[in-house]
């Protein structure tokens, strides 16, 4: 028996395990974040002081939503093989998990949230920080985690955290349950001690799984492939998560299926391999687009299957569809009412090319792919080097200097819309956008954890100025850190992405602009006089500020050679119909007003409506 606080018991167990996938092992839980306050500074501050950096690294963070983000970052980076913990103490440092933890579970990705909680022993009620609920005496804020963590204990008396621990463990291993896992610690309960026994910290190594499908699933998946005339495979996340690129490389290759990709599964295809027709669906391009309308089998692969996806159920339109839903989770491979191939990506698609072998269907796609591709060269082509830059002659000046090695990091905005549109993917784990959440604030700490998943890969995060605004606190963390991130900021003066929305659906970019009021009260006087790049400067960034296309171009060759932390700054102008992104080729459902008084808002009810009588129930 070992005599320790229920932290340190805690901290000791958690240096001690492992993933094992394909005989190579990894540490589950790598390092663990934190913010300490006098929930936890006691309990778990004091355990990972004793236990030391060598078992258990610590990284300093300066918001809790943010280390969320920068752990999420780390583990996608990571391919869910390995995790961070995130410790912080009661009350507002709790409650900030919350936004990271949803992001986390939506995007099927493992993070350890350690939130202090308050004295379970009640000495004194309420304490500092505790919430009071006169009708349920055992609730405290740590609840607001439960409906984004895929799995929550309060652990209220130390011999508690022998099974709540192992529990965490197997849903963060788990590659269908993986998400959140919140273990609230009580801040009395940490620091009590209990007598542990030894095998509590062996090394347990979590044998991350690769079921094989069932035999009459795959034998009626083959058959529906066989009796298709235009089959085409969407590619999910779960493609990436699986490492299951090679499989559908030749999956594809001996087919003759063409790929197109969701924004988490984008990549999972170089851009320039023969089956890869780009993005689908609301921010997809042409070639899958028009590809999926006319399809008559859709193999949803590794992938939920979102609204962005579906174009909120407009998307696929012949009239005999059918789909495949090959997925790790039954939960996803029975949508749009799919024959379920439920498995792992990688070995089901291996052993449906076995089933399907001397089958090869006649998909003709090059010419559109090469004329989409012409596209993109105009769109990001830099005629007049002294002219200030569109925002996606942003990208094609990042595409010139990238190699597969780089590492793209985005989230919200119109940005994601343009990247999966138009980014040339090179190689495996370099497109990171997380669009399941498409959360504001995301990119600059998931770069920071990425860069710490991959050292020596060169990680970028692109934010506009929103973005920037919402969440730069993990820029003081790289400084420290000495991770050389490189941030590009894109000043628009607003909520460009949303404006064009609000445009679109009769909101007449009401209240996205960032102006002073003016002479009738909007939004619409000046730009604000804010200076986002001395901004970074202050917080310790290496900061190179770009005004024209000329200048940019330097900016980021530099930036990509910096070995400390840079930031690339410019302004963005908006684009004409030449050097913008080509428009939407799919619809997104944004319910317009019924009934309104203006007419922008009339016209988009109209347009509303002629979308919506295309929606189709896959039955």
């Known amino acids: 028996m070992r005599r320790l606080t229920v932290a340190q018991a805690l901290v000791e167990f958690l240096a001690r395990q492992f993933t094992e996938r394909d005989g190579r092992r990894h540490r589950l839980i790598a ?69 990271g933890a949803a992001l986390a579970t939506v995007n099927r990705l493992p993070v350890l949230l350690l939130p202090g909680d308050a004295f ?45 621990a192992l529990q965490a463990m197997r849903v963060l291993a788990d590659p269908v349950a993986t998400g959140a896992v919140t273990l609230a610690l009580p801040q009395d309960v940490q620091a009590e001690a209990y007598d542990w026994p030894e095998e509590f910290f062996a090394d347990r190594v979590w044998h991350v799984r690769r079921p094989r499908p069932d035999a009459a699933e795959l034998a009626a998946a083959a058959t529906a492939v066989r009796a298709a005339a235009r089959p085409l495979i969407i590619a999910g996340g779960g493609i990436r998560h699986s490492g299951a690129e090679a499989a559908l490389a030749a999956f594809a290759e001996a087919t003759g299926i063409p790929v197109a990709a969701t924004q988490a599964g984008k990549g999972a295809l170089p851009y320039d391999h023969p089956a890869d027709v780009g993005g689908i669906g609301h921010t997809g391009t042409a070639p899958a687009n028009g590809l999926a309308r006319g399809a008559d089998l859709v193999i949803a692969a590794g992938t939920r299957l979102t609204d962005f996806t579906t174009a909120s159920g407009t998307l696929f339109q012949h009239p005999g569809v059918r789909f495949v839903g090959l997925n790790l989770d039954p939960y996803d491979a029975h949508k749009l009412a799919a024959h379920p191939l439920v498995g792992d990506a990688r070995e089901t698609l291996d052993l449906l090319r076995a089933e399907l072998a001397g089958h090869h269907g006649d998909s003709r796609h090059a010419e559109a792919k090469a004329a989409w591709e012409r596209r993109v060269d105009r769109a990001y082509a830099t005629p007049d080097p002294d002219a200030v830059p569109t925002q996606v002659q942003v990208l094609g000046l990042l595409d010139e200097i990238v190699t597969a090695d780089d590492v793209i990091i985005n989230a919200a905005g119109s940005l994601p819309g343009d990247l999966h549109k138009l980014w040339r993917t090179r190689g495996p784990g370099q497109y990171h956008v997380e669009y399941g959440y498409s959360c504001m604030g995301y990119e600059i700490p998931a770069a920071l954890g990425a860069a710490l998943a991959e050292p020596g890969r060169p990680v970028w995060a692109l934010v506009g100025d929103g973005t920037y605004l919402m969440n730069p606190t993990e820029l003081v963390t790289a400084v420290q850190e000495g991770v050389p991130v490189k941030v590009v900021i894109l000043d628009n003066h607003g909520y460009a992405s949303i404006g064009g929305l609000s445009a679109a659906t009769g909101g007449e970019g009401f209240g996205t602009a960032y102006r002073f009021r003016g002479p009738d009260g909007a939004y619409d006087g000046d730009a604000l006089p804010v200076d986002l790049a001395a901004n970074a400067a202050s917080l310790g960034m290496a900061v190179i500020r770009a005004h024209t296309i000329r200048d940019l171009r330097e900016a980021l060759s530099r930036a990509r050679a910096a070995d400390r932390p840079t930031c690339v700054y410019t302004q963005t102008r908006t684009p004409d119909t030449v050097s913008g992104p080509p428009p939407a080729t799919a619809w997104w459902d944004v319910p317009v007003a019924e009934t309104a008084t203006r007419a922008s808002a009339s016209a988009a009810r109209e347009e509303y409506a002629r979308h919506t009588a295309q929606r189709r129930r896959h039955l």
């Open 31 to 99: 390092a663990t974040w934190g913010i300490f306050g006098h929930g936890n500074v006691a309990g778990i501050g004091q355990a990972l002081l004793e236990t030391g950096a060598k078992e258990m690294p610590f990284l300093q963070g300066r918001n809790e939503q943010a280390m969320v983000h920068a752990a999420v970052g780390y583990a996608r980076q990571s391919g869910r093989l390995s995790a961070h913990a995130v410790t912080t103490s009661i009350g507002p440092g709790a409650t900030n998990l919350v936004t």
């Open 120 to 164: 379970a022993t009640r000495p004194a009620d309420p304490v500092l920080q505790q919430l009071e609920v006169p009708h349920a005496g055992d609730v405290s804020v740590n609840d607001t985690l439960r409906p984004v963590s895929r799995y929550f204990d309060r652990v209220t008396r130390p011999e508690a955290l022998i099974p709540a």
